[in-house]
């Protein structure tokens, strides 16, 4: 067996999207003679094998999660993970006796994430031809290679600010979602007893990583599946007709960092929204429902419609129904034949959804302060 | 855009009432409590997407529908009877044709 069998992961969609495959948002580890050597169940002196703390390291400041898939006690094996001082860098552990390839899709479907964005190594080739033939789309790496793994561009995102702490977000994510569990009373009741607070603002070049970064991450919350690249942000920041909006959320369990980003462009007549992408760790918060109604609000005080780009990807439906739900439709508005037909810069195949927008009430599940576009203040005022 | 006698009608149609006690029992599974038939579902403003694209997707599963374009409004998922309606309409079997 070759010692990589990394799956090639050909993307379903075309190639504009993305030319290369995803970075790796997840790393789900095998225990016994992968992330330790030795076997725990045969009593074994485990220490964990050369480069695995490295590997660790290097991957959680990069913003990259790690999980673990492996046949053992759970308790047992926990404990060890906690002996050797390495447990705290694991989200959603599966140890247990059943298929890896569940405990990966598992690991999957709990973070919310594409399984081209996970990977999965295991000394044995059996346990890693068992998730590529269940999972294709999952890379797949032997214990040996544990040690060269940041060195693969696969492992290389772009880093930023939020990456470094994106293992605690999670985690506290899931105590959130704990909390939510013990709580039976409707959504928007759990949702006020989080305290949240949104602030949208405009991004300046400190922001421009983290922006970038959401536009590559964001496969589901994206509109468009456009990847803006730092050099195209700049570009919009200095330019009056454009809007690069950054919102980020803090509850009482900590900062979500930056969840979402919106591109707009001012026209004659029209804010024409070319980008809203919210990350997938806010979704169940309604954020991006949020961010639609506040920008609605904004455009109505500005006297001008709202037209949004929306392409649809193999995983966006969800941005679909968040502009349709918020009222964007497909039929014609007299503020669309001004003679500007879709932008040069607007991928093929993109839908421009319209609005005429109306005032939308402050939420009442959370704050939200932001810029008032349509008077250019900049600073951030509360919504109402 | 269905009118609201057409909605009348198309709620009272046949199998309409089964796809509202449906309905209703999912939401109520999902809230975790007894669903009104005329609550509605939006008017917090705090519903997420994640919410409206698992009642779309549950609605096109549980009724062999597909929702798309213009159908696709916060109106026709506002309330249960509007659902029933968009379903029956959807399924052909409702008073109002497309």
New interface residues.
């Given amino acids: 067996m070759a010692a990589t069998e990394t799956a090639e992961t050909g993307t379903p969609t075309d190639a504009a999207e993305t030319a290369v495959r995803p970075a790796v948002k997840c790393l789900v580890w095998d225990l016994d003679n992968t992330l330790w050597r030795g076997t725990l169940l045969e009593h074994d002196e485990l220490v964990l094998r050369p480069g695995v703390l490295e590997t660790l390291k290097a991957l959680d400041e990069r913003g990259i999660l790690q999980s673990v898939a492996s046949r053992n006690e759970y308790d047992d094996a926990w404990a060890k993970l906690e002996s050797l001082g390495v447990a705290d860098y694991f989200v959603l552990p599966h140890i247990g006796w059943g298929r890896k390839s569940d405990a990966v899709r598992a690991v999957a479907e709990q973070l919310n994430f594409a399984q081209n964005t996970l990977a999965f190594i295991d000394d044995q080739h059996t346990e890693r031809a068992e998730v590529a033939y269940h999972l294709p789309d999952v890379r797949c790496y032997d214990a040996p290679e544990a040690a060269g793994l940041p060195d693969l561009p696969d492992f290389t995102p772009t880093v930023t600010s939020d990456a470094r702490r994106r293992r605690a977000m999670y985690q506290e994510k899931f105590r959130r979602e704990a909390a939510q569990s013990e709580f039976?009373?409707?959504?928007?009741d759990f949702?006020r007893t989080l305290d949240m607070r949104m602030s949208i603002a405009r991004a300046d070049e400190g922001d421009l990583a983290r922006v970038e970064e959401l536009t590559l991450r964001t496969s589901q919350?994206n509109a468009t599946g456009v990847h803006y690249s730092d050099a195209d942000l700049r570009a919009l920041l200095t330019d009056p007709d454009h809007e690069v909006l950054i919102t980020t959320v803090e509850d009482r369990f900590g900062s979500h960092g930056a969840v979402g980003v919106v591109l707009l462009e001012r026209q004659p007549g029209r804010w024409r929204l070319k980008l809203l992408a919210t990350s997938c760790r806010v979704?169940?918060?309604?954020?991006?429902?949020q961010l639609l109604?506040w920008t609605a609000d904004q455009a109505t005080r500005a006297g001008v419609h709202l037209e949004a780009d929306f392409r649809r990807t193999d995983r966006n439906?969800?941005?679909?129904?968040?502009y349709?739900?918020?009222?964007f439709?497909?039929?014609p508005c007299a503020c669309q034949e001004d003679g500007r037909e879709a932008a040069a810069d607007a991928p093929a195949d993109v839908q421009r959804l319209h609005l005429v927008p109306q005032r939308?009430?402050a939420?009442?599940?959370l704050t939200v302060t932001g810029p008032v576009l349509w008077s250019g203040d900049g600073t951030g005022k509360p919504w109402a | 855009m269905t009118t609201v006698d057409n909605q009348a009608d198309a709620a009272t149609g046949p199998g309409a009432g089964d796809v509202q006690q449906r309905l209703v029992a999912f939401l109520g599974s999902r809230?975790?409590?007894d669903w009104d038939l005329d609550r509605d579902l939006?008017a917090?403003?705090?519903?997420?997407?994640?919410?409206?694209?698992e009642l779309?997707q549950h609605v096109e599963q549980e009724f062999q529908v597909t929702v798309e374009?213009?159908d696709?409004?916060?109106d026709n998922?506002r309330t249960v009877p509007a659902i029933t309606a968009l379903v029956q309409r959807l399924r052909g079997d409702g008073a109002a044709g497309r």
């Fill in positions: 039976n009373g409707p959504d928007e949702l919350m979704v169940n918060f309604g954020i991006g429902t109604r439906r969800i941005m679909e129904v968040a349709r739900f918020a009222g439709n497909s039929k939308q009430a939420p009442t599940t | 809230t975790g409590g939006f917090s403003g705090a519903f997420s997407s994640l919410f409206s694209l779309l374009g213009d696709l409004t916060l998922f």
